[in-house]
């Protein structure tokens, strides 16, 4: 019984250090004094300051925030309409648009709508292309932790509200916006992240229009590797642990993963 | 030699003691029932009889052998869990032969087995069932069944009908007796109600902050209890501040706050001034309008305070002097004295000098 | 919940519901109607399609079935599809045996300490994409000290050295990497709602520790097994990054068949078809993975 229980501890531990073993090498490597990602040769700043520098990748990630921050706040509206329609009203064919994009592998998405947008909306790819595609994607998760944030909730206060005079719009208003505005944020923030993240689905939309972060990195890691890469990385995990850190303290149950 | 032989048990979880150096014995083919509040350790005495626990000192011995050494897996010992533990993803028919199973008995000896469980437990009809399609009594038949099939020294059950509702419960008792006086195992039953206790066991064990209390038949237990604990725990009893004023061979005379002087059963050691509790069932506590209960050694004067009507009996809360009050229960069909009291009326209460007993603090 | 009134569920399903409904019909079906469209059409002469009407009567036009018969025609596209589906059922296995004893010693911890450990499970899962994979570049790469080490064992026997990056063993180890924990959430919710008394009960029953595991707990988290299969196994089908960055020249899956085509060879009919071959497999699994993963009882 207890000799089993410590063959689980060592099976679990070095599947968490197969996690984090590779990360940790590329954050120790941005702080390497050497062009090449094999041996330790000293400590600098140096690819930090190469970064600050390099104005392409500057774009890129004002590209990515400008993205992000505008897709997350429209696909936090959408996806919470859509949790609340298909909670609320059951309605299903809703639940499979919104299901089917977070579902499906990204590259089915990508280039379908890379046909859809030249062979149908003649649209030339860039900016626009882009975060309409990564609104379709956000909006599934959105919708998933309004929805279960929603079935969280004891029923009868939304007929409490109605039997107290409030109108259907009231009853929103005062009692299920308080309530799922946690879920929202969360959502919304998850939306941010994926949006930053995006590689697959931005590959196929953004044509030679614009340039985002992990485009920016793919072409990087595809032709020279520096350790350049490594201190972008490590800024990007520092963001990504931020905002996932702020989605938990709105959404904790999203962490114990119960949705 | 007892079957089941407790030594000195003592377990301890940090600074609390879930049982403080218990001792019993329990006999083959025995109904033996641990009785207790929640919190007691009866459940922990029993997970250490299946081997779920280990005691921090003391021994349990079954068969005169010591079970420390030995995995729950390896006691001839089944339990019937409270929530049945009935594997979900199993038929009624592979739950009941899984322990035949895992001993890899051949196949011919686990159907001719699970056969005449089937019929013994009326679950012909159920095998294929899962567990979910089953009625709250079959599924305790099940978890019976599934214990019993390679006929264990001993089968504990833990809470098994607390899961059942209330007239459900009353047919499961009536069959648990029958199929244990049939099949001649050894019961361990471990309950937190008392007339469940009562009705099902020959002998019971009351537990109290990882205590023994007392060990004795049911009708000793309610009728002579050793204790003030088991007295209020098992049933109702009144309970009135008293101190001695004479002890002799054939009763004891005592000063009642509220009550004056009364006549109660000996007690062997008491001396004068020596204080302590009366206490008195509620069904031995008579009502009268009059002066019927004049012939009474002891009987006083009172006002009904209150009644709660409980279809077969009555019970009446009646106050006397000094804001004592004492409770009494009363058949509503009694022939002859078929009288109800109201609340207000002017009573007698009383009761005869060999009922009731003093236990001294 | 209760049947809201008929006039008001209506109104409020489509207010409420309309906004990201019209979104999603023009963003994602009409997308996907396209692609089906595009799979039957004849590519266009500089790229893209062929018009479905045609403007002047000499050139290719009109609905056509070519591309499937194309795709049937030459093994090695079926070829591709079939290492692809290979390399999945690899990745899902992998990921299986290291997830699992992972989830049960997440579910069997005490309540405090199972959020944080969950918590670790995500959060290098929230790290870039491109950075997980470009990580293993590193961690394989020729001088790195494990390729060193390796190609040191070997040479003690005398045996050639190795390329770990650019081959299929890296594309397997990045997939197996970027989809774990895919597979880890949905077997630990499972495993965290096993009654332990069931274990218990087994126990009582004469079942030693080898036989609980397999007779009570590894058939009641099938459904999280199927779930977590579901969950890495369909992007796992659908990768191209990953063999783009980490595999050598024949460690071409179907993703990276897909890319090429819209936007190397810029055959999108063709493109379309292998799109829809893919939707089709992982409609499969995801049938097959909920049908299995269907749990018989309550």
Redesign the interface.
Known sequence: MYSSRYGLWAAALAVYAFLYLPLAIVVAYSFNDSRLNAEWVGFTWHWYQVLLHDEDMLIAAGNSLLIALVSSLISTVLGTLAGIAIYRYDFKLLNFLVMAPVAMPEILLGVSLLLFYIQVLNLTLGMLSVLLAHIVFSIGFVAIVVRAGLAALDVSIFEAARDLGASPWQTFRHVTYPLILPCMIAGGLMAFTLSIDDFVVTFFTAGVGVQTLPLHIYSMIKTSVTPEVNAVSTLLMLLTLALILAAARFAPDMLKGKY | MAQLEIKNVTRRFGDFVALDNVSLNIEAGEFFTLLGPSGCGKTTLLRMIAGFDMPDAGQILLDGKDLADIPPEKRPIHTVFQSYALFPHLTVAQNITFSLRMARNALSEVNARLQQSLDQMRLAGQADKYPHELSGGQKQRVALARALINRPRLLLLDESLAALDAKLREEVQVELINLQRDIGITFVFVTHAQTEALALSHRIAVLNHGRLEQVDEPSKLYGFPGNRFVADFIGHINQLEAQVLESVHSHLHLSVAGLGDIIAPPLPGAIPGQRGVFSIRPEQVRIGMHNELAELKNHFSGTIQSVLYQGDVSVYRVGLADGVTVEALLPNSAPGRAQLFEAGDTVKVGWRHDAGMLFHD | ??K?YNS??RL??YL??G???L???L??????V??VI?SLSYPGEFG??APLVARDPGTLHGVTLETYRFFFSDFIYIEIFLKSVLMASATTLFCLS??Y??A???A?SPKKR??RL???????F??????????????L?P??ALSRLINGILSLFGLAPVHLLFSSFAVLIALV?VH?PFMV??L??NL?KH?P??L??????????W?RFW??TF??SLPGVFAGTALVF??A?????IP??LGGTGDMLI?NL??EQ??VTRD?PF??TL?IM??IA?LMI?WLTAKLGAR???
């Open positions: 919940m209760t809201p008001e569920a409020g399903k409420v519901g906004p990201p409904f979104f999603l019909l963003m994602f079906a009409a997308p996907a396209i692609t595009a893209g399609l290291l997830a004893p992972l049960l010693l997440i069997r199972r959020d969950v918590l670790l499970v995500i959060l290098p929230a790290s870039n994409f491109l950075i997980r994979i470009y990580a293993w570049m590193i961690v790469g001088q790195s990497y774990l959430l949905p630990y919710t965290e009654d008394s069931l218990d009960a087994a126990q009582d029953l004469g079942a030693n520790a036989q007779r009570v058939p009641l369909i992007p089908l659908g990768m191209f990054a783009e960055i993703g897909i890319k819209f936007l999108w493109g379309a799109s893919l939707t992982v995801a018989r009882y309550v």
